[in-house]
């Protein structure tokens, strides 16, 4: 039977980015990427927003996320790899105790170099034809909806077409010889004793064991390191191992609606923020529905992250609920947005959250010959580069990845057993 160098569970955008890093760093090494689906990126990467921002509180968030930024902006604009990356920004709208909050952070943030710009509420009206204000609104008092008090603009945020990405990603990997294999399914992990005695049932405790390999619906594959990035799916592979990886699946949902009116067309292309021409990623106070614009659908997507009492559970086809738009996102958005009025979605998918119940920020880790990388929680694509990087610098064996720009960061940081990871004030 073949033995591969490294065996990668999961052709999503983590498990790509991964083996696009190990391969460039290890051209000689035979390693087979497999997926259960028929194509790369076909779970929560085919169902993200694909939406990007540069501005965290979070050192490990900001490195993560500006160097990969900086990294698809080099693909795109150095090696004329279209990404389709669209500079739009994220417009954030803070009702007065959340600005409150916010200001010293952002304050901070300034004086580091990062830009914003502020927005007051007659300026948000004007510009966005929104309601800021809910003081003679009941319905809106009851809804507990916070005014639109002031905007921040991020500019270094946007959009990117996660498609194109994939295939980047899959191409240069394939490229440089790789392997990938779809329809192939990880049934379970494969652990073997470093020195088999045939005991029946062996490896006992007192036998020094590894993973080496997966049994798949095609039959085992052996491999010297094997990677389990199978993003929601993860501990379904690890939980028989007894390996806790911390990473949990949840629902998130996108609502489509044609900006078909006059108003929405308008909307759509707001000018005065970006180059584009177009409205920002907008996230609206409280609750933070998202709005983002789709360009090339004359539309726009809209989200809601729901949390309580939102289960985690894994679901193979995740189905979007008509209730959580027509009673959920329709009212709250609304009620700032009045060129939504009567809007129905002519499209909708969903899709699963990662979540690393930890810090909600990656993990990276390496036990008895098994890498578990993932927990990208809602930010995947957005860190993808960065997390490649890091995953394939533990399997290099340095204790530091050296991300696109050229700064470091400590493998470990990413790890469990000396994680270290500042917590985000900047949530969305
Ligand atoms: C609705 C929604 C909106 C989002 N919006 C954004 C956004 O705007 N910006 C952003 O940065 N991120 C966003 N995200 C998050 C982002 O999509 C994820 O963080 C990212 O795609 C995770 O990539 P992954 O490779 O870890 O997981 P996945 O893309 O889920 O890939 C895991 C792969 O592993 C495979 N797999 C699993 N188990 C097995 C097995 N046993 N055998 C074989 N194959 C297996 C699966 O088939 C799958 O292809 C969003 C996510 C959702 C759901």
């Known amino acids: 039977m073949v033995e591969y160098d490294a065996v990668i569970v999961g052709a999503g955008i983590l498990g790509l980015s991964t083996v696009y890093h190990i391969k460039k760093r ?3 090494k035979e390693i087979l990427v497999i997926d259960k689906l028929n194509a790369a990126g076909q779970a929560a990467t085919a169902k993200s927003a694909a939406a990007f921002r540069c501005l ?5 968030n900001f490195l993560l996320a500006d160097s990969s930024a900086e990294f698809y902006r080099y693909v795109q604009e150095d090696l004329n790899v279209d990404l389709k990356m669209r500079w739009v920004g994220y417009l954030w709208l803070f009702n007065e105790e959340n600005y409150e909050k916010t200001l010293p952070v952002l304050r901070d943030l300034y004086k580091k170099g990062f830009t914003y710009e502020e927005y007051n509420s007659d300026e948000l009206a004007e510009k966005l034809g929104i309601r800021t204000n809910f003081v003679d609104d009941e319905e809106a008092q009851l ?8 905007g921040i603009f991020i500019p270094k945020a946007g959009l990117i077409d996660v498609d194109l990405l994939v295939k980047f990603y899959e191409s240069e990997f394939l490229r440089l010889g790789g392997k990938i294999q779809y329809v192939t399914k990880a049934e379970s992990v494969v652990v ?5 005695l045939e005991i029946p049932g062996e490896p006992y405790f007192w036998q020094d064991a590894n993973v080496v390999g997966v049994n798949t619906n095609k039959g085992t594959i052996k491999a ?3 990677m389990i990035v199978g993003g929601a799916w993860s501990s379904q592979l690890l939980d028989s191992l007894g390996v806790e990886c911390h990473i949990k699946p949840k629902k998130r949902q996108i609502f489509s609606v044609k900006a078909n009116t006059d108003a929405l067309g308008k909307l759509l292309f707001t000018k005065g923020f970006n180059d584009v021409g177009c409205l920002p990623f907008t996230i609206l106070p409280n609750p933070s529905v998202l709005i ?8 726009f997507w809209l989200g809601y992250a729901d949390e309580f009492p939102r289960a985690f559970k894994l679901e193979e086809d995740s189905q979007p609920e008509e209730n959580f738009y027509q009673y959920g996102i329709y009212q709250v958005l609304v009620k700032y947005f009045p060129q939504f009025f009567g809007c129905h979605p002519f499209s909708a998918f969903a899709g699963l959250y990662a979540i690393n119940t930890l810090d909600s920020q990656p993990v990276i880790f390496e036990e008895n010959r098994l890498m578990v990388v993932g927990g990208a929680s809602g930010s995947g694509i957005m860190k993808a580069d960065a997390i490649g990087r890091i995953a394939a610098a533990l399997y290099s064996g340095d204790e530091y990845a050296v991300l696109h720009g050229g ?7 990413l790890g469990l057993k000396n994680r270290l990871v500042e917590p985000e004030k900047l949530i969305i």
């Open 292 to 299: 983002r614009p789709v360009l090339e659908e004359n539309a």
């Open 143 to 150: 809804m507990g909806l916070g005014n639109a008090y002031k």
């Open 56 to 60: 965290f509180s979070s050192k490990t």
């Open 407 to 413: 700064k470091a960061i400590k493998v470990s940081d």
């Open 26 to 28: 290890h051209p000689n």
């Open 192 to 196: 073997e004793p470093g020195e088999p």
């Open 224 to 226: 010297k390191k094997t």
